[in-house]
């Protein structure tokens, strides 16, 4: 029986097992932003502010960091089959109460659940995977298949916005959820083979460290909160951010105290004696500030393209394209030994260049086929950084601590992230306040500029059948949106130019460092799939 057969009924043929784990790792890969390109849909269904809504997404991110280790008692104590049908029934269950309910704190609640009961499909896909690639060397392939497809999941999140948001109410976004997820679901279950196990090593339910889990996903939320909220409530000027800052200390201190004393830690931290590891975390952290938020992009999409949410999902697809086609060749150079630095350079380069496009872009105007490169720029140095980061840091440690660095890294990305969230809302708020008071001192009423614009907007006004006292008030308004719009457009132009100076002086450090001149030489028994 071929390798691929493993785990799988003999009548089921090789393009079937690929279109199973395809048919359910995409939906549930798409579900971490699922709302993300709805945000103001989701505030009006919850009676909640844009921090809320972004606090909720982040929730489900921060379950999967901290709970894989947890998950794994979960994963080798049952059996294969039964555990993946109980985590789909859990699955349909939860999101049947979120679309029977408005509730914000009910929200955050199952989404953290829903994060947790993801690694159950994460575990066993992952597996399930690597198993499809029987060559040691050809392993390299499964991780690049792996987080190409989950990087490349996000445009069918937009997808789904723009047909729920544009048709139903944003509840029916938690059912097509359901019916999205059920197909890959049930063929899966069906293509197994009924005595089917994944489990590494059988070990008996007991020892489960809960306390370690509490303290490790305590310490997150608490970071999460002062990343997103730190703003909205003026940072270190506020108590409350104060005393979340010094509860995360406090359990973050508490976490690391308790695996120095745990025989089998929750996390082994001994990871970071090795060198290696320690620049591929840094690594990890200079790439997801460096690939940025999407926000921004989509903000100058929706105003100066003009791109509604069909149409701005449809784009996506390009980046989604560029996710793979990056992942693909990030592989066939490691499989060739090519230096480790030369990718990432590759890696880095396309984003700037991604960037530099941007800023062009905001200068002019910009058609709908003009954001297709760029586009894909982003998405090829998405997959190219991803795929390579992970490769290092992965087989720079030995096997019997490589759990503890997959994990460690997935903390990482996590935190990196709600960093990177953090930043753009803060950036937007300082840059647009600038540029705001910067208009409101040329825009007064003695400016000749300003009040012959008024007049050409209060005449058009007027003869659209408008009376003086519209055509007033309505060309002061549309001068107030266009001034709006402007400093939106400069801040975009800010943040671009920021964010390339920062990948400049990454990539100077990549060529200019001699730690950096690393090869991967070894593939194989290291990879860990996580």
Known sequence: MTTYHHSFKSWVPRWLMVVAIFLTLVPVGSVLGIYLGGVNSAMSYYHADSFDIRFSVIIYYLA????????????????????????????????????????????IIIRFLGGLLSLAFIGTLFTLIFQQFHSQRSRVLGYAVLYGTLLGSAPLSYIIDAFVFSNYDFNMLFMLQIFICLPGFILLFICLKDDVDLRREKLPFKDVDWVSFTLYASSFISAAYVLLYGQYYGWFHSL??????????????????????????????????????????????????????????????ANSVNLDVYHNSYVMLINGFGIFVGAALTARFILANRRIRLIWLTGFGALLLYHFYMIFLLGNQAETKDVLIPLFLQGFGNGTLMLS?????????????????????????????TASMALVAFMGLRQNSIHYNDFAVEVVSTNTENITRVNAYKQALLNRGASDLQANA??????????????????????????????????????????????LRRIGDKLIPI
């Open 389 to 417: 980061i992970v490769m290092f840091y992965a087989t720079s440690v030995p096997q019997e601590v490589g759990f503890a660095a997959s994990v460690t890294g997935v903390s990482y990305r996590f935190l990196t992230f």
């Open 240 to 301: 409350h951010i104060i005393a979340v800052t010094i509860a995360f200390v406090l359990f973050l201190l508490l976490f690391l105290l308790r695996q120095r004393s745990l025989s089998v830690p929750y996390i082994d931290i001994s990871v970071y004696k090795y060198r290696n590891f320690r620049i591929g975390m840094v690594m990890l952290v200079a790439f997801y500030l460096a690939k940025g938020d999407t926000s921004v992009a989509n903000g100058f999409f």
């Open 474 to 519: 309505g060309a002061r308004k549309l001068l107030s949106g266009s001034v709006r719009k402007q400093t939106d457009l400069l801040y975009a132009r800010d943040y671009y130019i920021y964010m390339s100076v920062f990948i400049i002086l990454v990539m100077m450090s990549i060529a200019l460092i001699p730690h950096f001149h690393y090869y």
């Open 64 to 107: 999967i960091a901290c709970g894989f280790p947890l998950e794994k008692k979960f994963f080798n104590r049952f059996a294969t089959k039964p555990y993946f049908a109980g985590s789909c029934i859990l699955f349909v269950g939860i999101n049947l109460l979120l679309y029977s309910t408005n509730s914000l704190a009910l929200l």
